[in-house]
């Protein structure tokens, strides 16, 4: 990752936003006030961009990237968000369609904006586009489901219901996202933590674009025991499976949100 910060000396005024807010502290004044990184700055550089987000004149580009053509900052509506976060359900019935392609270029446009621990660039997304090559893991699954044994009795109830044409695993999700993350570069103790973000993120925007998403423990079982499954997803080698979210478009429509417990709250003062 190209780590470098350009100062436009003709714009900035030396307020010295970029360097207050920096998390790693790596950039300082020169003798004639314009930002650069200290000695060996680039190093513990996080590229988190914090610098070129918060100037307010737009005068520190970062590596490639022009201030100018940044979208600006919002927020959206606080009371939209919480409506979309208490409306989220799994969704278990998907219409037999592909996702349109300009949703799901959405949904990649927004993977990399999860925060990481480190930020660093340390996960993968496999993304299963097609009805098609989702039935292809669909078929060898259940390949191997019906021909496997377990005292397990929900194993069972996906056989049985696999005989009457319901697919319990999969949900006939049309595609699913996997997220792998990079075992050399991740921070320790976040490995799961990063991609889990990642994948909160996507659950949301997906349903705030109509889509539905689950999050799918059995799809992830069959993806780390199946090796060719696994292979289907592609992940690059030196990545591990994190997870997997089915994903689709709704067959089912909720007509209220749920009435959810609450979690226990502590508020100390
Ligand atoms: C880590 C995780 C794994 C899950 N695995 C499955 C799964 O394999 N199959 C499934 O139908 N739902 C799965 N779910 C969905 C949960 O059952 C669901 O989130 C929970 O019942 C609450 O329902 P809601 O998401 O509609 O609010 C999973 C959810 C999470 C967070």
Known sequence: MLKKITIDKEKCIHCGLCIKDCPTKCIEFSEDKIPQYIQGGEDICFACQHCFSICPVGALS????????????????????????????????????NIPKDKLDKIIEILSYSPTATN????????????????????????????????????????????????????????????????????????????????????????????????????????????????????????????TMLLGIPNIKYARTPQLDKFSVKLIK
């Open 62 to 97: 970062f590596a490639d990237k022009n201030p100018d053509v940044s979208e600006s900052i919002g927020f959206g509506n606080s009371e939209d968000l919480k409506k979309l976060i208490k409306s989220r359900r799994s969704i278990r019935f998907f219409k037999d369609e």
């Open 120 to 243: 660093r660039d340390n996960l993968h997304f496999s993304i299963i586009a097609t009805k098609e090559k989702m039935n292809e893991i669909r078929h060898i699954t259940y390949d191997k489901v019906m021909s496997a044994s377990s005292p397990n009795e929900f194993f069972k109830i996906v056989k049985e219901a696999y005989k009457s044409g319901n697919d319990l695993i999969f949900r006939g999700a049309t595609s699913m996202i996997a997220v792998a993350v990079d075992k050399n570069n991740t921070s320790p103790g976040a490995e799961i933590i990063d991609s889990t973000i990642a994948l909160s993120y996507i659950d949301l925007y997906a349903q705030s674009l109509g889509l539905g998403t689950t999050w799918c423990g059995l799809a992830f079982r069959a993806a780390t025991q199946i090796p060719e499954v696994y292979e289907l997803l592609n992940i690059p080698r030196n990545y591990t499976l994190s997870y």
